[in-house]
Nanobody, 117 residues
Framework: QVQLVESGGGLVQPGGSLRLSCAAS????????MGWFRQAPGKQRESVAT???????VYADSVKGRFTISRDNAKNTMYLQMNSLKLEDTAAYLC???????????WGQGTQVTVSS
């Protein structure tokens, strides 16, 4: 079992920045990839960025150059630094962890990011 708790969401103006955090607990040694996903009202959930236990990252085209995903293994925490935020970044942001060997996915409860002027 893995528990994930997100924090750091909020209201920000276009062009602003936010940093999301995802604290993991439980069977953290089994985690091999973590990621941030987002879901806006009426839209499908989409992958924003993922990071493996070795530090390899993948970003959605829509956030490349603006968002940075990172992990602090000592703190069992994953981050998403979001810069140059746009109106279309407004969504609930969810943290995901996939474990081995089952490849089961665990999800946090989500944190709301609203970009508005």
């Amino acid at each position: 079992q893995v528990q994930l708790v997100e924090s750091g969401g909020g209201l920000v103006q276009p062009g602003g920045s936010l940093r999301l955090s995802c604290a993991a607990s439980g069977s953290i040694n089994a985690i091999y990839v973590m990621g941030w996903f987002r879901q806006a009202p009426g839209k499908q959930r989409e992958s924003v960025a993922t990071i493996t236990s070795s530090g390899s990252t993948v970003y959605a085209d829509s956030v490349k150059g603006r968002f940075t995903i990172s992990r602090d293994n000592a703190k069992n925490t994953m981050y998403l630094q979001m810069n140059s935020l746009k109106l279309e970044d407004t969504a609930a942001y969810l943290c995901m962890a996939r474990v081995v060997p089952s490849l089961r996915e665990y999800w946090g409860q989500g944190t709301q990011v609203t970009v508005s002027s």
